[in-house]
């Protein structure tokens, strides 16, 4: 067992991954490999709280742990595993849903919000979403939980349930975890092309909205040019008043990895149309090689399924124990 703290986090494979989950997530988590126990997931178990197309949820859970692999998350030093290969994610979170109140679930606004967007399909999964995914975190002891704000209201019902738990049962069973926000915050929130009030989704009908991890050279420089600014023409950073043009501003800053005001500095006196072709030409030259790695790794499936059932393997070894331990408290007999 490793000394490093725990670090836990997951993409849902829903949609294309696109640049803004790059930011957010995969890029600061090839970063905190050396520094953490990290278990990087793919949460197919959260994806089917929507309606999901079987075939095209199979492509995709292969795509995305290939897109993590060529991004740099190196399986050798990080645990890479699907949710479903690990039984005891849903084990706990049947114990957790157990000792979670429904008034407590019924608070969670991302239910309210997927509720709304998914009026035909309200399932009892939406709901229980936060009890699913307090299991991801407490099963592996889990210290630090990079989260962006729209998760913030499930951490905490995590840290709730940990120390209810914890109380009751008078014995450590989970760590209480802390929320992870990584040292280049910036880029933690990249907004929608079209409408850059609205944070880019990977699950957007509208793909003018997204860049996807795999689109080619043309296709990110058409989808710059129709993206939203404004009706004036002076490039500076304003995010009330100039939403469009402060996001591809913070765009250009975390793929080029220079400060804003650097970036501000470097388009002075130049057009909108300046800013979208350079910064097309610099996201399309930032993404060739992770494409080129990309198309290798997808292609040899029998190597990243030995990847992934490693990964599972190793997960399943942290998570026993912790669930073990809470099944004794329990009073279950143990096998
Ligand atoms: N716009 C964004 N800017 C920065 N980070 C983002 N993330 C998502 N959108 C942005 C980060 O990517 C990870 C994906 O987590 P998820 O699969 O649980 O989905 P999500 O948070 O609901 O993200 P999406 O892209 O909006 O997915 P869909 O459209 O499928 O629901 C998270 O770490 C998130 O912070």
């Known amino acids: 067992m490793t000394s490093k703290p725990t670090l836990f986090s997951g993409i849902q494979p829903s949609g294309d991954l696109m640049i803004g989950n ?11 490999q050396d520094d953490y126990n990290c278990l990087f997931s793919l949460v197919n178990l959260h994806a089917i709280t929507v309606e999901q197309s079987p075939e095209a949820l199979k492509k995709r859970s292969l795509d995305f742990v290939a897109w993590y692999l060529a991004a740099g998350i190196d399986p050798d030093k990080s645990t890479v595993f699907i949710q479903s290969h690990v039984p005891e994610h849903s084990e706990l979170a049947w114990l957790l849903n157990c000792h979670t109140y429904m008034g ?12 709304a967007k998914h009026e035909q399909n309200i399932n009892v999964g ?38 209810r738990l914890n109380n009751k049962f008078e014995r450590e069973l989970f760590k209480v975890p802390e929320p992870f926000i990584p040292p280049t915050s910036a880029g933690g929130r990249i907004m929608s092309l079209q409408d850059p009030t609205a944070k880019m989704s990977k699950s957007d009908e509208n793909k003018d909205n997204f860049i996807a991890l795999a689109d080619d050279r043309k296709q990110i420089l058409k989808k710059l040019k129709k993206a939203v600014t404004d009706s004036g023409s002076e490039i500076y950073y304003d995010l009330e008043n100039k939403p469009g043009v402060a996001n591809l501003l913070t765009l250009y800053s975390v793929i080029s990895d220079q400060p804003i005001d650097a970036v501000v500095k470097h388009f002075e006196g ?17 993404l060739e090689p992770i494409q080129n790695r990309f198309t290798e790794i997808r292609s040899n499936e029998t190597e990243l399924h030995a990847i992934l059932t ?9 998570a026993q124990p912790t669930l073990r331990a809470f099944q004794e408290a329990l009073g279950f007999v143990l096998r």
């Not at 790059?22 to 905190?32: L, Q």
């Not at 130049?270 to 930032?286: F, Q, R």
């Open 126 to 163: 939406l709901f229980d979403y936060p009890a699913l995914m307090a299991a991801d975190i407490l099963l592996y002891q889990t210290e630090k939980v990079p989260v962006g704000a729209d998760q913030k209201q499930h951490l905490e019902l995590t840290r709730d349930l940990a120390i």
């Open 310 to 318: 490693k990964g599972a393997d190793h997960a399943r070894q942290q």
């Open 22 to 32: 790059y930011i957010g997530s995969i890029k600061n988590w090839v970063k905190m």
């Open 270 to 286: 130049k057009m909108y149309g300046h800013l979208k072709i350079e910064l097309a030409e610099l996201i399309a030259d930032y």
């Open 104 to 115: 407590e679930l019924n608070r969670m606004t991302q239910f309210k919000d997927k509720s």
